[in-house]
């Protein structure tokens, strides 16, 4: 299994930018898919972006344009940079691997079901 620590987190004010990262070791990291996920208090877990092994890359609508995933193979670290960032960003965000078969879309759906992950980093946008 991977292990996942996330960072970057902080306060910022809306319209700020993040890069929040999320540093994988123990198994080989570079054969993970990653995806970013957030949950809002008294809100459920959801997804922001996925990216797969493939570098196929996937946002959810809440992200596109503004939030921006990749991959360091070096670091074995996903980031996730963030920008226009608005009040109702503000969650603790996760990041989450697994060996995924399937599109990165379904694997961002499904991210539930993804068997390792992190402890969170919060995020918190001031208006």
């Known amino acids: 299994q991977v292990q996942l620590v996330e960072s970057g987190g902080g306060l910022v004010q809306a319209g700020g930018s993040l890069r929040l990262s999320c540093a994988a070791s123990?198994?080989?990291?570079?054969?993970?898919?990653i995806g970013w996920f957030r949950q809002a208090p008294g809100k459920d877990r959801e997804a922001v972006s996925c990216?797969?092994?493939?570098?196929?890359?996937y946002y959810e609508d809440s992200a596109k344009g503004r939030f921006t995933i990749s991959k360091d193979n070096d670091k074995s670290t996903v980031y996730l940079e963030m920008s226009s960032l608005k009040t109702e960003d503000t969650a603790v965000y996760y990041c989450a691997a697994d060996q995924w078969r399937g599109s990165v879309q379904a694997m961002c759906e499904k991210g539930y079901t993804l068997r390792s992950w992190g402890r969170g980093t919060q995020v918190t946008v001031s208006s």
């Open positions: 123990g198994a080989t990291a570079d054969h993970y898919d």
């Open positions: 990216l797969t092994t493939d570098v196929s890359i």
